[in-house]
């Protein structure tokens, strides 16, 4: 028997393609009556001046006020596009995402101890889709996460036509 999807791990890179697996996300939650927990993950960055401890605090209260500033701006991205899905889907989109995650870290650990920390049941992400090469093809992220998952990863393309679903036009 095949589990039950209840919670969807969407882990986005806020680009054209990310906007579009959401779609998928979206649809497999109302599908399921689940829920989608939304992880989108800042790189770290190594600054020389976190050597200098005063330094380093001021950079880390700032880092921290420019997080939050950043999970304010993505949830109301998310919530923009939420609308907008409602027309594609007829459904309430914003009341499917459960949780928005905004962890600083390397994006594939990030989705892998997510999906476990959250108690979800499949991965959703997307890639670009190019060339002929694993890495190319898939994506460095999405082919990394496939490899270490020991939950479904769903690997949405980027479509050949425009979907009219963007990120970039809220």
């Given amino acids: 028997m ?20 959401f779609f998928y996300a979206v649809d497999m939650a109302r599908k ?3 829920e989608i927990v939304i992880l989108h993950s ?3 960055g190594i600054s020389p001046a976190a050597a200098i401890p005063p330094i380093a605090r001021q950079l880390d209260e700032l880092k921290e006020r420019e997080a939050e500033a950043e999970l304010k701006e993505i949830k109301k991205r998310v919530d923009e596009f939420c609308k907008r899905m409602d027309d594609y889907l007829g459904a309430s989109c914003p009341n499917l995402v459960s949780k928005i995650l905004v962890p600083r870290g390397y994006p594939v650990v990030e989705i892998l101890e997510a999906a476990d920390e959250e108690g979800c049941d499949t991965i959703v992400l997307g890639t670009h889709g190019k060339g002929f090469l ?5 994506g460095s992220t999405a082919a990394k996460v496939l490899e270490r998952s020991r939950k479904p990863v769903f690997v949405i393309p980027l479509p050949a036509e425009k979907t009219g679903i963007d990120w970039d036009k809220m």
């Fill in 134 to 138: 694993k890495q190319t093809f898939l």
């Fill in 42 to 44: 800042i790189e770290p």
């Fill in 2 to 21: 095949i589990p039950k999807i209840k919670k969807i791990l969407y882990a986005t890179d806020l680009s054209k393609n990310s906007a579009y697996a």
């Fill in 32 to 34: 399921n009556d689940g």
